[in-house]
């Protein structure tokens, strides 16, 4: 009877440490998911045409999830919700003080160079800014930035003039 009750201890013994191993092994891939996926939306937020891996200092535009006032007040009226040009406003400008706390958390505690060089209201709400290209890794882990893009000039030719018909 005893060996009996020991065979079944182990038994139960071994199914339960297989068991918290199973689960183990899927609580990491789980959390690796999650790490993956968190990356994922991170570089999301960052144009791919910038080099990450460059110490150069280079200009982009960030752009922050806040919408400019005037576009945030359509936006809310055509969703049926009250929204002043005020207070559209005011989030705006709460963005903007957002970014600037997160950003000395962020970068001047690393000592990282950088430097503000347009602040944008009405187009888009962000800035235009300077910094070496593997710092914009740790930029965008401000929670109101939406996008970083590379700031260059674009021009756009002009349309085709249609020739002459007979």
Do not use: W
């Not at 990491?28 to 939306?41: A, D, G, I, L, S």
């Not at 460059?54 to 922050?64: A, D, L, P, R, Y």
């Not at 800035?127 to 740790?138: H, Y």
């Amino acid at each position: 009877m005893k060996k009996c009750f020991y065979r079944t201890f182990i038994f139960v013994f071994l199914i339960i440490i297989s068991g918290c191993q199973i689960n183990k092994e899927g609580y990491n891939e789980q959390k690796e998911e999650q790490v993956v996926e968190e990356t994922m939306k991170s570089y999301s937020k960052i144009d791919p045409s910038i080099d990450l891996s460059s110490n150069e200092t280079i200009s982009v535009i960030v752009q922050f999830t806040t919408k400019p006032a005037k576009v945030a007040v359509l936006e809310a009226e055509a969703k049926g919700i009250d929204l002043t040009l005020e207070e559209a406003k005011q989030q705006v400008e709460e963005s903007y003080q957002t970014f600037q706390k997160e950003i000395h958390t962020f970068l001047d505690e690393n000592q990282v160079s950088y430097r503000i060089k347009h602040r944008y209201k009405h187009a888009l709400n962000g800035v235009s800014m300077e910094l070496p290209a593997n710092e914009i890794k740790r930029l965008i882990e401000s929670s109101v930035i939406q996008k970083v893009f590379p700031n260059e000039e674009i021009q756009l030719d002009p349309p085709i003039q249609p020739s002459d018909q007979m």
